[in-house]
């Protein structure tokens, strides 16, 4: 009883003033309007007035900033901008009232598999595919110039249509990169000059960035990366990463941060994380991150099960999953959400339904390439039945493959061998055109 009394009176505190970069005004707003000492309650929008750094507030005033991150400014000069800590992030769910932009260069990889498919009922759903969101992944620093591209063709469909344009970006050219495993290792590495041609590879992406500012991002950051950090520091090269990731998550947190981009910080899965003995390491972490980027508002929260084939809501739990609580990704985000919260970081969701259509396919949990009998999944949508999770995504385009299956490659992993893997399986990233079609044709819902 005394310790419920005493929650109350701390909860009350809080209450009476909002936090550094807590929400302290808006339409809409009933919290405190005044800000802990040391920040200042400024108006970044109608919706949205924020506890900045900067002179404490005694009074409930909000003051009103310029924001150099102005749409009629941008869209009238067409000019870019430097980047500013003062981008102006909007209250909410930064998916709704957005049209996701679909990638040219999944459009064109669906075009050339559905031309590859002579059954005429097959061709014309593969085919439909390319009007399902996908994101974009800047997988090397030789992608990054197709951003530029994505959002200035982003942008004149904007003016033309009038409909806002978002556009879905991984980030995903870590040293070392995923350390744990061999398929999708990536072109630079920490003892080769890793971490400045990371914060490279980062200023090319924000430059682009920049050039739009109409044009609205949304990134999934790192995948597999932190979440290797929290089990497989026993792993040499991942012991080797931890300092350069985090190093380079920070960074690239901070400046995707000042250009505006939304970002959800890759969680792995309910089958990684979401066993008990990982969940308290995996929040903690997470929230150290947050932290280190600034706890803006831009780091809007995690993304989990990308590449992979949880059910968001399983009908019972799988077999393989056994032992685990949290057996599909609603119990894992209604469990980590709340440790996240407690801990300062208010963490929204996006969860990747890609390739989640069917159920118990695996022999193992930990299994991750190219599951055999895998279809598409739920489309993308904010109507997704769970306040903590923004959107249903579609991170991983369907089709690309996860790893090659030839074991002399240098990035053979054995994992791409075992039973319940498809097989021959070529590169990670390159399309693997039989496993495309039966993603399509056994999409549930079907295509
Ligand atoms: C990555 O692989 C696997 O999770 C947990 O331990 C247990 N119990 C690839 O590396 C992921 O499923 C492990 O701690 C703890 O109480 C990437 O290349 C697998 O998905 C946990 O670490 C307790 O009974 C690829 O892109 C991940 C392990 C109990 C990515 O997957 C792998 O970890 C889990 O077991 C039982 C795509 O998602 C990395 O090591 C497996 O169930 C187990």
């Excluded at 209250?91 to 598999?113: D, Q, V």
Aim: charged fraction near 10%; glycine fraction near 8%; aromatic fraction near 10%.
């Amino acid at each position: 009883m005394f310790k419920y009394a005493a929650l109350l009176a701390f909860v009350s505190v809080v209450t009476a003033q909002s936090q550094l970069y807590g929400q302290c005004g808006g339409i809409g707003w009933t919290g405190s309007t005044t800000c802990v000492a040391g920040a200042t309650c400024t108006v970044l929008n109608d919706y949205y007035s924020q506890c900045l750094p900067g002179a404490a507030s005694s009074s409930s005033t909000p003051t009103t900033v310029s924001s150099s991150h102005s749409t009629t400014t941008a869209s009238s000069t067409g000019t870019s901008s430097a980047p500013t800590s003062t981008a102006t992030p909007a209250a909410g769910n930064p998916f709704e009232g957005y049209t996701i932009y679909l990638s040219p260069y999944y459009a064109n990889e669906i075009a050339l598999a559905a031309g590859n498919i002579t059954d005429s009922t097959l061709k014309a759903k593969a085919a439909s595919i390319a009007n399902i969101p996908t994101f974009t992944w800047l997988d090397t620093v030789a992608k990054v110039p197709d951003l530029g591209t994505y959002l200035a063709d982003a942008d004149s469909i904007q003016k033309s249509t009038g409909q806002k344009q978002l556009v879905q970006i991984v980030v995903y050219d870590l040293p070392d990169r995923d350390c744990a495993a061999k398929a999708s290792n990536g072109e630079f590495s920490i003892a080769d000059n890793g971490q400045a041609n990371y914060f490279n590879y980062m200023d090319q992406i924000v430059a682009q960035i920049q050039k739009y500012p109409d044009v609205r991002v949304v990134a999934v950051i790192e995948p597999d990366s932190l979440a290797n950090l929290v089990t497989n520091l026993n792993v040499q090269k991942c012991a080797n990463a931890e300092t350069t990731y985090k190093a380079c998550v920070t960074y690239a947190l901070k400046q995707l941060s000042s250009v505006g981009v939304y970002q959800y910080m890759d969680a792995g899965h309910a089958g990684w994380l979401g066993w008990p003995a990982n969940i308290s390491p995996a929040a903690t972490l997470f929230t150290q991150m947050y932290q280190a980027g600034g706890s803006s508002p831009f780091i809007r929260g995690l993304a989990t099960n990308v590449a992979n084939y949880n059910a968001l809501t399983a009908a019972s739990p799988d077999p393989i999953t056994q032992g685990n609580p949290n057996y599909d990704e609603s119990h894992y985000i209604n469990a980590l959400a709340p440790m996240l919260a407690s801990s300062g970081f208010p963490a929204q969701f996006i969860v990747d339904q890609g390739r989640s259509g069917v159920q118990n396919i695996r022999q193992q949990w930990g299994d991750w390439c190219n599951i055999k009998g895998a279809g598409f999944g739920t489309r993308p949508t904010t109507n997704t039945g769970n306040s903590y999770i923004d959107s249903i995504v579609w991170v991983k385009p369907g089709g690309e493959c996860d790893g090659t299956s030839n074991s002399s490659s240098p990035r053979y992993d054995s994992t791409c061998s075992l039973s319940d893997a498809d097989q021959p399986a070529p590169e990670a990233g390159t399309w693997f055109q039989e496993y495309f079609q039966t993603l399509v044709s056994k999409a549930s819902p079907s295509l």
